[in-house]
């Protein structure tokens, strides 16, 4: 067999060839090439520019970051200040319920019969007789008259 052509599949899946000079033809996109290294180089990409661009884009997710935090911080503090607030209402409202209740058994006590009564008799006042009723369907007067009659 006196034919140059080798018939070996490479990886993906062409038939490789040989050239005169002794190289194996490079693959770039598809297409198979014979110019060797200079048609590799040309698919990559500058290192220089391509990691600028990353920088502003690293600089906003940290400004993000950083003001989540700190309105995260202000947030709680807001809360802690309103919860301040709610229990010093809270004790506050406890008191005056307090204060309610004295002056409500204060009431009760100064509203007894016998107080008023004894009040009454400490300035003077007389205890009054038991009641007469006129019945208007007889025309009768009722009740204990007491000394009167």
Do not use: W
């Amino acid at each position: 067999m006196g034919t140059k052509t080798d018939t070996r599949r490479t990886a993906k899946g062409r038939v490789a060839e040989r050239t005169g000079t002794g190289r194996r033809p490079t693959v770039s996109r598809g297409h198979v090439s014979a110019k060797g290294p200079a048609a590799r180089t040309s698919t990559r990409r500058p290192s220089g520019p391509g990691r600028a661009p990353k920088i502003p884009f690293v600089l906003l997710i940290l400004c993000l970051l950083g003001g989540a935090l700190v309105s995260l911080l202000l947030l709680r503090s807001v809360v802690a200040q309103e919860a301040y607030a709610i229990t010093s209402l809270q004790s506050e409202n406890r008191e005056l319920s307090y204060v309610e209740q004295r002056l409500e058994e204060s009431v009760a006590r100064l509203e007894t019969s016998e107080r008023i009564a004894r009040e009454a008799e400490e300035m003077g006042m007389e205890p009054g007789e038991a009641p007469l009723f006129l019945d208007l369907d007889n025309g009768e007067i009722t009740g204990d008259a007491g000394s009167d009659e």
